[in-house]
């Protein structure tokens, strides 16, 4: 305390509070591991998406018995399948599946979540109540389990069906972070003021109210984009996910519930696995990271 | 305290009739009915629509299902008819298989995630508690499946240290010691791979639990009376943060049933997860039913019961 009267009262600076996205970046800066993996997740997800585009997939998944097994070699730079068919294509083509579906999945989970979140919070009641028991039926149930048995009852599914059967069953987690989020929410000064003013509710929902969520919502969403990747991938690894003309990570993986291949065809399922492992581990530090810029009493800088 | 939990127990019966409803109408749309496994070139089809008809197979839906539902009290599922015999039957001797397998994973789980949460919490900030916290974030990130396979094929396969398979060898004989150190070594990996993964929650809760009563009053009280530093974590410390972990046992068990679909198939260990892939493979629909119906009562029950340790460990959380 013996420096106050130093400080000389001619120059006051107001600093303005630092914004959401300057506060990620210094968050990201001061966590090495954090931006390692958002670059290469930018690179590799960009080369993945680039790469894919340019394999033509029925030419791909053409079956050559001569080339059974080939291993990683000139031909094949990864070797080839139990069909003879190239595994780097597969696994190019088949992150591309993988990734498209959890980004679809995580938009329209987040966009159901928050909605229904919001409207909870914010209005209360009756409508609270009645989301609440929906979800609350939600959480009871199995998931895994009821979403394999609807993808075996719907007779012919593709890339859309299933993006619909797993949405079905995953904004509820959205829905009910954001809804406590709102119900706090609801109850400030700010709230009030506008409601008094007489603003339309649809208005200080998403105008006003969500703003304010946009960073427990980004964590959030950054997150279910991992679990959703780790969920596509395992059902596929059942053979209950993407239809089996269609490559996934999780299909490349699965080829390893054969013992002989499990045991003499690492190149077969390794890479898949480890790409699954690479991107998991990579989204969960980002998501991290941006959930301590959220949080101001985790912060590292 | 027994309101909670009276209410509690009475908010599942509603949960469990809107889920059996559910499968129940899932099940009417899954392809076939319990007869196709019986067709065989040489079954009379009259026959067949006579058994149809016998068993209520063209009843209005409500009326099978107040029979479905009122048989599934009796404990009565069906035929499974892919293995012809009772559902329950199976399901219990497959149950059994999956209970064992669990408690082995509880048991090592608690092995291994209470030394490294107490250990990281009490030297906080060390490098020991960074590689901690480090291997924590790392089996949380990886899915069930991925990590199965890695342990199996390293473990099992390159090293060849356990079992690639199965519950126990054929050649020991039933009941010998030679069996169940055989039964116990195949579900070993499974049940190494189930605690790893499952050891993130518990360690990040003992952690930061445990640095927040190192500035509690009566630790300070403990050490200003000269009690060695050990004895203050073994005594105050761990005691006080130990409670709590009990209440984790039952979003363990609703976890376990989660992974044990993936960590049966892979390790081809025949549990009720992998009775379920099967089931649902031969379109075994009342198996199906059935073990849908059991995992959604273990969800509720498991959820039940940690709030239930929850409110009597720590008064705090106690919602009456």
Same mark, same amino acid.
């Given at each position: /305390?013996?420096?106050?009267?130093?400080?000389?009262?001619?120059? #006051?600076?107001?600093?303005?509070? @630092? &914004?959401?996205?300057?506060?990620?970046?210094?968050?990201?800066?001061?966590?090495?591991?954090?931006?390692?993996?958002? #670059?290469?997740?930018?690179?590799? #997800?960009?080369?993945?998406?680039?790469?894919?585009?340019?394999?033509?997939?029925?030419?791909? /998944?053409?079956?050559?018995?001569?080339?059974?097994?080939?291993?990683?070699?000139?031909?094949?730079?990864?070797?080839?399948?139990?069909?003879?068919?190239?595994?780097?294509?597969?696994?190019?083509?088949?992150?591309?599946?993988?990734?498209?579906?959890?980004?679809?999945?995580?938009?329209?989970?987040?966009?159901?979540?928050?909605?229904?979140?919001?409207?909870?919070?914010?209005?209360?009641?009756?409508?609270?109540?009645?989301?609440?028991?929906?979800?609350?039926?939600?959480?009871?149930? @199995?998931?895994?389990?009821?979403?394999?048995?609807?993808?075996? #009852?719907?007779?012919?599914?593709?890339?859309?069906?299933?993006?619909?059967?797993?949405?079905?069953?995953?904004?509820?987690?959205?829905?009910?972070?954001?809804?406590?989020?709102?119900?706090?929410?609801?109850?400030?000064?700010?709230?009030?003021?506008?409601?008094?003013?007489? &603003?339309?509710?649809?208005?200080?929902?998403?105008?006003? /109210?969500?703003?304010?969520?946009?960073?427990?919502?980004?964590?959030?969403?950054?997150?279910?984009?991992?679990?959703?990747? =780790?969920?596509?991938?395992?059902?596929?690894?059942? =053979?209950?996910?993407?239809?089996?003309? &269609?490559?996934?990570?999780?299909?490349?993986?699965?080829?390893?519930?054969?013992?002989?291949?499990?045991?003499?065809?690492?190149?077969?399922?390794?890479?898949?696995?480890?790409?699954?492992?690479?991107?998991?581990?990579?989204?969960?530090?980002?998501?991290?990271?941006?959930?301590?810029?959220?949080?101001?009493?985790?912060?590292?800088? | 305290?027994?309101?909670?939990?009276?209410?509690?127990?009475?908010?599942?019966?509603?949960?469990?009739? *809107?889920?059996?409803?559910?499968?129940?109408?899932?099940?009417?749309?899954?392809?076939?009915?319990?007869?196709?496994?019986?067709?065989?070139?040489?079954?009379?089809?009259?026959?067949?629509?006579?058994?149809?008809?016998?068993?209520?197979?063209?009843?209005?839906?409500?009326?099978?299902?107040?029979?479905?539902?009122?048989?599934?009290?009796?404990?009565?599922?069906?035929?499974?008819? %892919?293995?012809?015999?009772?559902?329950?039957?199976?399901?219990?001797?497959?149950?059994?298989?999956? !209970?064992?397998?669990?408690?082995?994973?509880?048991?090592?789980?608690?092995?291994?995630?209470?030394?490294?949460?107490?250990?990281?919490?009490?030297?906080?900030?060390?490098?020991?508690?960074?590689?901690?916290?480090?291997?924590?974030?790392?089996?949380?990130?990886?899915? %069930?499946?991925?990590?199965?396979?890695?342990?199996?094929?390293?473990?099992?396969?390159?090293?060849?240290?356990?079992?690639?398979?199965? %519950?126990?060898?054929?050649?020991?004989?039933?009941?010998?010691?030679?069996? *169940?150190?055989?039964?116990?070594?195949?579900?070993?990996?499974?049940?190494?791979?189930?605690?790893?993964?499952? %050891?993130?929650?518990?360690?990040?809760?003992?952690?930061?639990?445990?640095?927040?009563?190192?500035?509690?009053?009566?630790?300070?009280?403990?050490?200003?009376?000269?009690?060695?530093?050990?004895? *203050?974590?073994?005594?105050?410390?761990?005691?006080?943060?130990?409670?709590?972990?009990?209440?984790?046992?039952?979003?363990?068990?609703?976890?376990?049933?989660?992974?044990?679909?993936?960590?049966?198939?892979?390790?081809?260990?025949?549990?009720?997860?992998?009775?379920?892939?099967?089931?649902?493979?031969?379109?075994?629909?009342?198996?199906?039913?059935?073990?849908?119906? !059991?995992?959604?009562?273990?969800?509720?029950?498991?959820?039940?019961?940690?709030?239930?340790?929850?409110?009597?460990?720590?008064?705090?959380?106690?919602?009456?």
């Amino acid at each position: /305390m013996k420096n106050t009267e130093a400080i000389e009262p001619k120059e #006051i600076k107001v600093s303005s509070p @630092p &914004t959401g996205f300057q506060v990620i970046a210094r968050e990201f800066m001061k966590d090495k591991l954090a931006m390692f993996s958002l #670059i290469s997740l930018i690179i590799v #997800i960009g080369g993945i998406y680039y790469w894919a585009w340019q394999i033509d997939q029925t030419q791909l /998944m053409r079956i050559s018995l001569r080339d059974k097994l080939a291993e990683p070699g000139e031909k094949f730079f990864l070797g080839a399948d139990k069909g003879g068919r190239d595994i780097l294509g597969q696994l190019i083509v088949g992150a591309r599946n993988s990734l498209t579906i959890a980004i679809v999945v995580t938009l329209i989970t987040g966009f159901v979540g928050v909605v229904i979140g919001l409207v909870c919070g914010y209005f209360g009641g009756w409508i609270d109540n009645i989301f609440m028991r929906i979800i609350d039926f939600f959480i009871t149930i @199995p998931s895994l389990m009821i979403i394999i048995v609807f993808v075996t #009852i719907i007779p012919k599914y593709s890339i859309v069906e299933f993006i619909l059967i797993m949405s079905l069953f995953l904004w509820v987690g959205t829905a009910r972070l954001i809804r406590s989020k709102a119900l706090s929410e609801s109850r400030r000064d700010y709230i009030s003021a506008s409601k008094t003013l007489g &603003t339309r509710n649809i208005v200080i929902i998403f105008k006003e /109210m969500m703003p304010n969520l946009s960073s427990i919502l980004i964590v959030d969403m950054t997150l279910n984009f991992a679990g959703n990747v =780790g969920l596509e991938t395992g059902l596929s690894f059942l =053979g209950f996910g993407l239809p089996p003309s &269609t490559p996934s990570l999780g299909t490349l993986v699965s080829y390893a519930t054969d013992p002989f291949i499990m045991e003499n065809a690492w190149w077969n399922w390794l890479p898949a696995a480890l790409l699954i492992l690479f991107l998991m581990l990579a989204i969960n530090y980002v998501g991290q990271a941006i959930r301590r810029s959220a949080d101001a009493r985790q912060r590292l800088g | 305290m027994w309101k909670t939990i009276v209410r509690r127990v009475l908010v599942m019966i509603p949960q469990l009739f *809107v889920l059996s409803l559910l499968i129940f109408i899932m099940a009417k749309f899954m392809p076939g009915d319990p007869f196709t496994g019986l067709i065989t070139p040489e079954t009379d089809p009259a026959r067949v629509e006579e058994l149809r008809i016998k068993a209520g197979f063209y009843d209005p839906w409500y009326v099978q299902y107040v029979n479905w539902i009122g048989n599934a009290f009796q404990g009565d599922f069906g035929r499974s008819y %892919t293995f012809n015999v009772p559902v329950s039957n199976l399901i219990a001797g497959r149950a059994i298989n999956t !209970l064992w397998l669990s408690l082995l994973s509880v048991f090592l789980l608690y092995l291994l995630a209470i030394p490294l949460g107490v250990l990281a919490g009490r030297f906080q900030d060390s490098f020991l508690d960074k590689s901690i916290v480090f291997y924590s974030f790392i089996v949380f990130a990886i899915p %069930t499946f991925v990590l199965g396979l890695i342990n199996l094929f390293f473990f099992g396969y390159e090293l060849g240290w356990f079992p690639t398979s199965g %519950t126990v060898d054929i050649k020991y004989e039933s009941g010998s010691a030679g069996f *169940v150190w055989s039964k116990f070594y195949h579900i070993l990996l499974p049940a190494i791979t189930y605690a790893l993964l499952a %050891t993130t929650g518990i360690i990040q809760y003992l952690r930061s639990e445990i640095i927040d009563s190192k500035s509690m009053d009566y630790v300070r009280t403990a050490k200003s009376k000269g009690i060695p530093i050990n004895k *203050v974590y073994s005594r105050h410390i761990f005691r006080n943060s130990l409670l709590p972990i009990a209440a984790f046992l039952g979003f363990t068990i609703t976890g376990l049933l989660g992974g044990s679909i993936f960590i049966e198939t892979i390790f081809g260990y025949p549990g009720m997860g992998k009775l379920f892939v099967e089931a649902i493979n031969g379109r075994d629909y009342s198996v199906i039913t059935a073990l849908v119906m !059991l995992y959604g009562f273990l969800t509720l029950l498991g959820s039940l019961l940690s709030d239930i340790i929850m409110s009597i460990v720590d008064p705090r959380i106690r919602i009456d």
